[in-house]
């Protein structure tokens, strides 16, 4: 992985995420995971807001990722959590710049930090 530009990052080479498949990388310190849904490339944080589970094994149809463990959902495009508003996802660009794979983070000042999102505490009166 070697980095692009701050806060952005080559992946891999398009080859690496045909379409219909994901894949985890590590990039500036977090864990994405990457999708490619018929061609449209999209990434997030890798750890599923609820425990954390590998987002990259979960499954992704017409935009909506569904967590392969509790079948927590999201929308890929925004982040915005399908099962509970308050989980959401960290979105990050991810475009085809050649062969090559280019990876966008969010807010590269948090590349390096937690994203905030204790499983185990969510905002209380909500449970997980
Ligand atoms: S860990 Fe993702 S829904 Fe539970």
Redesign the pocket.
């Known amino acids: 992985m070697r980095q692009a530009q701050v806060g952005q990052f080559v992946v891999g080479r398009v080859r690496d995420l045909p379409p219909g498949l994901s894949r985890s990388v590590r990039a500036g310190g977090r864990r994405i995971a990457l999708f490619n849904e018929r061609g449209k490339l999209y990434a997030v944080d890798e750890a ?1 807001p ?4 590998d987002l990259s094994n979960g499954d992704l149809r017409d935009g909506t990722l569904t ?1 392969a ?4 959902r999201f929308d890929i495009r925004t982040g915005e959590g399908l099962t509970r508003s308050w989980a959401r996802l960290r979105t990050h660009r991810l475009y085809r710049k050649g062969d090559e794979l280019i990876l966008e983070m969010a807010d590269p000042s948090e590349a390096s930090g937690d994203t905030g999102n204790d499983p185990g505490c969510p905002p209380p009166g909500r449970e997980p």
């Open positions: 599923c609820h425990m954390r589970a967590c463990w509790h079948g927590w």
